[in-house]
């Protein structure tokens, strides 16, 4: 079992519409929750970064995280065809020795379309 | 404030052969990470450089290293090329622990 999963999609969508994206995982130790964008031929764009559980809210784009469910979502409201791109969630955690290393979901491909 | 800068874009290589790929962090970045990603296996973390010396590893066997200099500049080497080393290979850089990482466009490599 992957520590981190995410539904691969393709999610399709229409333009206006509210997304969902959505990952689970199975290390309690994770403190850290990450949303990333990636368009073909790009690397990840970094979106949302939050800490610990709560919600983050930034323009259009809203971060979720339940600790206790093991749980993270980011909402997209009014999408547009811009937005159509590879969604990636990543997590870590403070290591024994310092530093961090990105845990990745495989990401879900979202289609928005006019 | 310009970002991660990988180089080079595109490299085309044949198996039994090393290759070197470059980044250069984010001004102020001192940790640099680089990661492994295919249509496979998804976005998989290799190692980690802090102030010269490599801080974590991930399970990667040891044809595949790095190291990074006083500039925070970074290079990843990998020897004896294979044809599932086929690849984009990312950078990113972070400030430090605990803060977000920032990710390059990455070096697609390719191996015949």
């Known amino acids: 079992q992957k520590e981190v999963e995410q539904d691969p999609g393709p999610l399709s969508v229409p333009e206006g519409a509210i997304v969902s994206l959505n990952c689970t995982y199975s290390?309690?130790?994770?403190?850290?929750f990450m949303w990333y964008r990636q368009y073909s031929r790009k690397g990840p764009e970094l979106l949302m970064y939050t800490y610990s559980s709560g919600n983050k809210e930034d323009g259009r784009f809203t971060a979720q995280v339940d600790k206790s469910s093991k749980y993270i979502s980011l909402f997209i409201r009014d999408s547009q065809p811009s937005d159509s791109a590879t969604y990636l969630c990543a997590m870590s955690r403070i290591l024994t020795g310092g530093g961090n290393k990105l845990t990745f979901g495989t990401g879900t491909q979202l289609k928005v379309e006019l | 404030k310009a970002g991660v800068t990988q180089t080079p874009r595109y490299l085309i290589k044949t198996r039994g052969q090393q290759v070197t790929l470059s980044c250069s962090p984010i001004s102020g970045h001192r940790s640099v990470s680089w990661y492994q990603q295919t249509p496979g296996q998804g976005l998989q973390f290799l190692f980690e450089y802090f102030s010269e010396t490599q801080r974590n590893k991930g399970n990667f066997p040891g044809r595949f290293s790095g190291r990074q200099f006083s500039n925070s500049r970074s290079e990843m080497n990998v020897s004896t090329l294979e044809l599932g080393d086929s690849a984009l290979y990312l950078c990113?850089?972070?400030?430090?622990?605990?803060?977000?990482?920032?990710f390059g466009d990455g070096t697609r490599l390719s191996i015949l």
């Open positions: 990113a850089s972070s400030i430090g622990e605990g803060q977000p990482q920032h």
């Open positions: 290390n309690s130790a994770f403190q850290y």
